[in-house]
Every structure is written in C-alpha cells, then in structure tokens.
C-alpha cells in the first residue's frame, strides 16, 4: 500500500506557534518519504461561525503559512477541503458508523463547548467523523499531528475497523498517528495548563505567524512566568507550567533537547530567558512571516495553488469513494 501522509489546520484564526511547531514543520520533514496531502480544512472551521470574508482570507492566510513553512505545492498536494466533495459524501457515511457513545467521550467537544453545550454546532458533536474522512478519503496510513488531536486519531482507527467488520472488507487501513518533537503540545503564554489555541481571546496567549519581532518580544516579556530560577534539568521543571512551556518553545525552537536548555541557563532567572527566546523566536520565524506576507499579496497563485491541489486530491479520492459505495451498497 502506498504510505500516505494526510494533515490540515483550520483556517479559523490567525495560524500560531502552535500549528508551527506541532504540525508544519513536521509535514515539511515528511514529503520526501511519503505522498503527503496538506489540507486547509475549511468545512472544520464553520463548525464555529466565521464570516465569510475573514474565512477567505483565512484560508489564503493558512495555505500561505504552509508553503512559507517549507511545504512545496510541487510535490505535495495542497487545497482546501471544501473543492473536494468527496470530504461531505464519506462524513456522512461515517456518521452512520460511529456511535454516539463513541462521540460523548471526545474531550475536545466537551472543551469547546464548553457549558453552552445546546447551543453548540451538531457539525462540531461530529467533527471527528469528519476528521476521519478527511484521512481515509485517501487511505491515508501516517498523520502527523500535536498531542491534542490523538484521541480523534484513535476515533478514527475504530471508524475504519467498524467499517471493515461491518462490511467484511479490509477497505480502510490502520492509520498511524506521528506525534513528534518538543513542540507538540504548546501552551497558552498566559496560562500553562491551556494550550496554544487560535481561538483563545487574548492575543498574548500566542504568537501568531504573522505577528512582527517587536510584536513577538512584547508577547515573550508578559508571557506568565514564576519567581524561580531556571533548574540544572528538565524534570526539576515539574509543577511549573508556564517555565516548562518556555522552556519546550526554546527547545522546539532550536532542536535541542529540554535538558540541554535547562543545563544552559541553570541558574538564570526568566528576565534572561525571555531575552534568549526573543531572539531565537524571531530569528526562526521572521523568514516565515515575511515569505507569508509576499504570498498573500499574490492571491492569484495561492488560489491556483490550491484549486491545482483540489484537482489532484480529487483523482484520488474518488476511485477510493467508489469502492465505499461498493461496498456499502449505493447504487452508481
Ligand atoms: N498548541 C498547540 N501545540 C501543538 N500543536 C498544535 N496544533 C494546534 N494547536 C497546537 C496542531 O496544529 C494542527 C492544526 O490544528 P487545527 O488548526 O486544525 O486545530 P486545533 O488543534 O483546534 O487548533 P487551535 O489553534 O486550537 O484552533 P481553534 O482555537 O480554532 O480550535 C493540528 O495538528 C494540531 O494538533
């Protein structure tokens, strides 16, 4: 079988260190090995309102942040979820395939909605199934992603297996999740025990792709911290969460390991480290920002980027989306 790596971000915000550290740079490490499909996963966004302007630019916004990240639209296909019906017509499938106790114990459901539940989107309750057809629409077998969307993952292993038992056929594979790295579960600059997040209120909880040096020193500087000083190593770091999320940005940062930082800056207090940061941070993005920028003022290639992505994505999935409807009994 062909190893097909399949990943995407949502286009509902400002993309963040976040999504750099847990999933572009990764997919960027993959392409030489795998057939890998980036997606811009637009149908994911409006499973919370998004006004139709800003969802345009945000998809512009996130297929730029790809490409200035490293991915290349040459040899990895690169589009945006809703030119591929495909996506609609498999969710729906495993809508009638998954249960709904399996849905209940999704934990990120539950965190954004949060005590609104009744208020909340059906098309954010079924997410997953979506997620999940996102990945097996082309018998994806490897997707990398951060450590928040494991549990969707394994949700997504079972949908595939159900599949398979309920239709004795091994249609689907057993999808392999590639979490990697120190960057795969960045926190909120203001709260340690948050993650990273687009839709978090405060702008100083992250630093955005496409934030500025003196932009990204100002989030660094407010950035919550403690009294202490930095420990000799890394698991001294215990308890403290917003130094063990500076101290994994650093890290993640430089491809150094949490030990090699802490042995660095024994002893300093996080005036110091702030200012290392800083410099590391700006340093690793400032390339990213500004390759983003120039490609946003070229709409006309982002969109020919991607609609050339949706043609290809398309040719693979529809052959796969026939054998479903094979199997399951559709008539075509
Ligand atoms: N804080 C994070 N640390 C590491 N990885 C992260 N990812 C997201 N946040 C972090 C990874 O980025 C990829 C794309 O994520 P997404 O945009 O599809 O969805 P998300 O995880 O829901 O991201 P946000 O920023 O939290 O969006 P909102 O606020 O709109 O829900 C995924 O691989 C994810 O793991």
Request: aromatic fraction near 8%.
């Amino acid at each position: 079988m062909t190893k097909r790596v399949f990943s995407g971000a949502q286009p509902s915000g400002n993309m963040h260190l976040g999504n750099y550290l847990g999933a572009f740079r990764n997919w960027v490490k993959l392409q030489d090995d795998f057939e890998c499909i980036y997606c811009v996963v637009d149908m994911h966004a409006i499973t919370v309102w998004q006004d139709p302007a800003d969802l345009r630019a945000q998809v512009r916004e996130a297929a730029a942040a790809y490409i200035a990240a490293g991915v290349d639209p040459n040899k990895s296909i690169l589009f945006n979820q809703s030119r591929v019906a495909g996506h609609a017509e498999l969710a729906w499938i495993f809508n009638c395939v998954a249960r709904i106790g399996w849905l209940n114990r999704m934990t990120q459901f539950k965190d954004k909605a949060g005590k609104n539940r009744e208020k909340a989107s059906a098309g954010l309750y079924v997410y997953p199934n979506l997620m999940a057809a996102d990945i097996l629409l082309y018998k994806a077998t490897h997707v990398p992603v951060g450590e928040d969307q494991k549990q969707h993952l394994e949700l997504t292993r079972d949908i595939a297996q159900k599949f398979n038992n309920d239709y004795g056929i091994e249609l689907f594979p057993v999808v392999e999740p590639i979490i990697q790295g120190e960057g795969t579960r960045v926190m909120s600059l203001r709260d340690g025990t948050n993650k990273m997040s687009k839709s978090d209120p405060s702008e100083y909880s992250r630093i955005n792709l496409n934030d500025d040096a003196d932009t990204i020193a100002q989030k660094i500087r407010k950035a919550k911290t403690d009294a202490e000083l930095l420990p000799a190593k890394a698991d001294l770091l215990e308890g403290r969460p917003e130094a063990q999320n500076l101290v994994s940005i650093y890290a993640a940062l430089t491809d150094m390991s949490r030990d090699a930082v802490c042995a660095e800056y024994e002893g300093k207090g996080f005036g110091d480290f702030k200012k290392a940061l800083t410099d590391v941070a700006v340093t690793r993005l400032a390339p990213i920002t500004e390759e983003m920028a120039r490609l946003q003022k070229d709409e006309a290639y982002i969109d020919s980027v991607l609609r050339a992505g949706a043609e290809r994505a398309h040719a693979i999935a529809e052959p796969i989306l026939n054998e479903v409807k094979d199997a399951i009994g559709f008539m075509r």
